[in-house]
């Protein structure tokens, strides 16, 4: 059986904690909320649950234990940069096999970290060339 990866998208996520945190989770008790999903349905939402807007608006449920295993946050600063560095630098040094969680971790911070120096690239050479005009 062939193996397929997930295209990486970018979506938002804001972490649950208690009433009034994100306007999905519509009721709750002392401990969990409850949101509707098209997908599945009513949910409960635990404290440190995610709660994750996709690309189609939509919200979705991602367990605490399941989320940083499955997201990684975008790099838009330097100092996210950087810390990604760090990151991967600690991982190569573990060598990870392919496939494996830290192997995974250091192919997925490998693509942020190119996705952000393309960009960056661009907007470093289009003000090189303003300068340049200028």
């Not at 991967?88 to 192997?103: A, N, Q």
Request: charged share 30%; net charge negative; hydrophobic share 40%.
């Amino acid at each position: 059986m062939p193996s397929y990866a997930r295209k990486p998208i970018v979506v938002k996520a804001v972490q649950w904690f208690k009433a009034g945190d994100h306007p999905a989770v519509t009721e709750w008790s002392d401990t969990l909320g409850f949101m509707d999903t098209n997908a599945f349905g009513r949910v409960i939402v635990s404290p440190g649950d995610w709660i994750v807007t996709e690309p189609d608006g939509e919200f979705g449920l991602c367990k605490l234990d399941v989320f940083g295993e499955t997201h990684d946050r975008v790099i838009k600063t330097e100092a996210d940069y950087e810390e990604a560095l760090r990151e991967i630098e600690d991982l190569v040094v573990l060598d990870p096999m392919p496939d494996s969680k830290d192997g995974n971790k250091l192919e997925s911070l490998s693509i942020l970290v190119e996705a952000y120096e393309a960009d960056y690239s661009m907007w470093i050479t289009k003000d090189w060339k303003g300068k340049a005009d200028g």
